[in-house]
């Protein structure tokens, strides 16, 4: 595998930038940034064509609906808020309480949203009308990631003391996935929901299987913590990103690192994918911006 970097953005943000979401089958790509705004932006050009301003502190997640029509923001100040991307419109607001909200995500269907919050519990909210209406415990102390299945079968919530818990879609424990000692700091299903990939501050990335909770694949390569992963939605890959600056592709038959991206000057937060597999964005604490064409190698 080989990339060329088709664009950059300097300066997207005014600070750090710590999260970012490729809305599904559009071209448009989301981030959120300290300086507490959520942008969405045209993923050719990389201009801006929204911007949203409702949150008080930093904007710590940003996870998109399944048919990339809007946007959930997580904050610092405990918001979640929900854009109508299209009319750039708020829809609901949702107060989650200080620090009671970390990492977001929508479920498949699009009617719920899972929070982490400080207690170790994953919230689920209504997206009806923003109610709580479950809250599950992973057994570990502060969630720092959560994920929910493509399938809607089942959501994980990952802790900062190592907890990788798997529910089933009504919030019951289905199984805890061992051998993280430290935060494991993001999450993300395969397309078929059958594998979880976690990013640890132990460096490491690691393949579970969703059924019996078993891990097949350990990658090493990183040089410092793990801060965001995701699977490829068309190929046997995932991407990995870290405070290392760089970012890792991983062949999933092989077990082996395809390619390393050395673009960033400062710590990579966030790392996704196209609808096509074929282009990867990423954000970084350096405030840029950048979107890589992934390219087979020429034999």
Known sequence: LMHSQVSLRENAHDDG????????KTELIVTGGVDEKVKVWDAKELK??????DHSLAVTSVSTSSDGKF???SSMDGMITIFDIPTEKKVLSISAGTIETWKIAYSSDNKYLISGSHSGNVNMWSLQDGKKIASVATGGSFTSSVAFSPDGSMFAGSTTDGVVTLFDKDGQVLRKLAGHKQNVRSLAFSPDSASLVT??????????ETEGGQQTSLFSGHRSWVLSVQFSPISPICVSSSSDKRIKLWDLKSNETLHTIDAHKDQVWGVAFDSSGKRLASVSDDASLRVYEILASQK
Do not use: L, Q
């Open 71 to 73: 946007v959930a923001s």
């Open 199 to 208: 990013a640890c501050d132990d460096k490491h990335v690691r393949i579970y």
């Open 48 to 53: 801006c064509k929204a911007e949203f301003s």
């Open 17 to 24: 930038i710590w999260t970012i979401a490729w809305a599904p």
